[in-house]
């Protein structure tokens, strides 16, 4: 597959994604649509947060769950974001087929529609996160803050998650019925597992090496870390690696997913095809 | 001549006919859903989820054991509130999708038997789904439970979901107007309701007019009471008494279904001369 076919299969799928996105509504609804519920999701924690604690909100507990919280959005947002492409095309716009016989790079296609979710979902990253530094002493001081290491995490965590989501959409691709609901029980299962909003060590002992295999709970501390440093190693889980040594299992966990998910997409876009599954709509 | 003559069927009209639509509308809700297994698993581990996610939290904060049982019965009442977003809320904006809503509007029945078999089902189907998580929750987290009067606790569950079903009545009418916007509308008023109905923790909690001004949701007086009547501590926690929410319940039950009989039929008025009836803005 060419260089320039790849890149116009995603530009043109991140301006379709973003339109679909955002042209429904005038653009002050829509900002207020982007930003209203993760911020929502964000308060319920910090109520429930401020009510145990009595309104202390000085305890490294509070930054760990607000910048988890804040940060997975970016899980729910690209990772479904790719996979709901599949969906949305195919059942509700019925174009699916069509863009199987176009001249475009299917795979780079369904990347490329996540990004509108992925613009999105950075902007409401960054308002969750300085509604949390002006409002509720989250411990951000930006002369503090590892910049190299929080933007070389970001970049690797959100082509990780893309690439997740493209093992979604493949699954998706070969599902009937319930398509709708893989990528939000898979970001609902990672949010558990990663220890987005509380330390692994919370889980029972059973459970936690799955969130030990997830690269999203390495990610995750990393970002914290990167932000609030050492207020983010006060918590037992990860505190025995260094944060070289917490990216180079980020990394090499990104590359066997990534590998996986290509397969998987491979492999799931080849039987869909052979199963004439890419137009089968099901009013589902 | 004699088949040409003979009566094919019988036609219902009047009372009969309404129950009959409430009946067949509910028929597949109740039943129907219930034959898709996989609609109940995905039903009961979505919101189950949310409610591990929120006891571990809580666990993580060291709070109360109270506070694992108010997350568990919030976890269970989500699968109401989603069942109204998206099951009756949006429902006529589905079925115009599909294009069955023109084939409602032109059939004999009445449109407000059609909502309230909608919503006699989704609330019975549900029951069940939430009857699950309760079960699910209270076992993997051990909450234990104190009822302190059986009849006031069944008054409120009603009177609550009387009241909701008649809000999501008047809410499927208000998205028969909407387009593409109707899937963006229910998808927000989800974590924001969430957040101000108070499902994982106490509304006490909240300032008193923002509490006051959730409360126009029938599940945030329905939760404090019923957290009030179920858990020994819940009292304390209680953001009115029993007795001043099952009254505001009760009113609250009858202005929203007279509301959404009177909003339907003007809405479905304006629908019809828009011409939004069959239009489908994808």
């Given at each position: 597959m060419q260089?320039t076919t790849s890149?116009r299969s995603f530009r043109m799928a991140?301006?379709l ?68 492409a599949v969906?949305d095309d195919r059942e509700h716009y019925k174009t699916l087929k069509y863009m199987y016989i176009a001249p475009i790079y299917i795979p780079v296609y369904l990347l490329g529609r ?55 959409a493949g699954?998706?691709l070969t ?90 997409f491979r492999?799931c876009d080849a039987r869909a095809r052979e199963l004439g599954l890419i137009d089968r709509t099901?009013?589902? | ?282």
């Amino acid at each position: 597959m060419q260089t320039t076919t790849s890149w116009r299969s995603f530009r043109m799928a991140a301006w379709l994604g973003w339109l679909i996105e955002s042209n429904w509504t005038d653009p002050f609804l829509f900002a207020v649509y982007s930003i209203v519920k993760p911020l929502s999701g964000a308060a319920i924690l910090v109520i429930m947060y401020g009510i145990i604690s009595g309104g202390n909100f000085n305890t490294p507990l509070f930054p760990y769950i607000y910048l988890g919280n804040a940060f997975y959005i970016y899980v729910g947002a690209v990772m479904t974001g790719v996979s709901w492409a599949v969906v949305d095309d195919r059942e509700h716009y019925k174009t699916l087929k069509y863009m199987y016989i176009a001249p475009i790079y299917i795979p780079v296609y369904l990347l490329g529609r996540g990004v509108a979710r992925f613009i999105t979902g950075s902007i409401a990253v960054f308002i969750t996160i300085i509604a949390g530094v002006l409002f509720l002493k989250v411990p951000l001081h930006f002369e503090e803050i590892n910049w190299g290491l929080f933007f070389v995490t970001l970049i690797l965590g959100v082509v990780m998650l893309a690439l997740l989501g493209l093992l979604l959409a493949g699954i998706t691709l070969t599902v009937a019925r319930h398509e709708g609901f893989i990528g939000e029980a898979t970001a609902g299962a990672l949010y558990i597992f990663s220890g987005a909003v509380f330390p692994l060590d919370v889980l029972p002992a059973w459970i936690r090496p799955i969130g030990y295999f997830m690269p999203t709970t390495y990610w995750l501390e990393l970002l914290r870390r990167s932000l609030v440093g050492n207020v983010a190693q006060a918590f037992p889980t990860l505190a025995n690696f260094s944060n070289m040594e917490l990216l180079g299992i980020l990394l090499g966990l990104s590359i066997f997913f990534g590998v996986v998910s290509i397969w998987v997409f491979r492999w799931c876009d080849a039987r869909a095809r052979e199963l004439g599954l890419i137009d089968r709509t099901t009013n589902y | 001549m004699e088949a040409v003559s003979k009566k094919y069927s019988r036609k219902d009209t009047g009372w009969r006919l309404f129950l009959k639509t409430i009946i067949a509308r509910a028929y597949p809700r109740i039943i129907g859903q219930q034959r898709e297994v996989s609609w109940l698993v995905f039903d009961v581990v979505m919101p189950m989820l949310a409610v591990i996610a929120y006891v571990l939290v809580y666990r993580a904060l060291e709070a109360p054991e109270e506070y694992i049982g108010f997350v568990v019965m919030g976890g269970a009442m989500t699968a109401f509130w989603m069942n109204i977003l998206w099951s009756m809320s949006s429902q006529l904006y589905w079925e115009k999708e599909q294009g069955n809503l023109a084939l409602y509007i032109m059939a004999p029945n009445s449109m407000m038997a059609i909502l309230l078999g909608m919503a006699l089902g989704g609330m019975l189907a549900t029951a069940m789904r939430a009857i699950a998580v309760t079960l699910l929750g209270s076992f993997m987290f051990g909450v234990t439970y104190e009822v302190t009067s059986y009849l006031q606790l069944f008054s409120v569950f009603m009177l609550a979901m009387i009241a909701l079903y008649g809000m999501g009545m008047m809410m499927a009418s208000a998205f028969l107007l909407f387009g593409r916007e109707a899937w963006h509308m229910a998808n927000l008023a989800q974590e924001p309701i969430f957040l101000a109905s108070g499902f994982y923790f106490p509304i006490k909690s909240l300032p008193f007019w923002v509490a006051a001004g959730a409360s126009i949701i029938p599940l945030t007086l329905g939760m404090d009471a019923m957290r009030q009547l179920i858990f020994s501590s819940g009292f304390q926690f209680g953001f009115m008494t029993v007795r001043l929410e099952i009254i505001l319940l009760a009113v609250m039950s009858v202005v929203f279904v007279v509301t959404a009989k009177y909003l339907l039929a003007y809405i479905e008025k304006i629908a019809v001369r828009e011409g939004r009836v069959t239009e489908s803005r994808r």
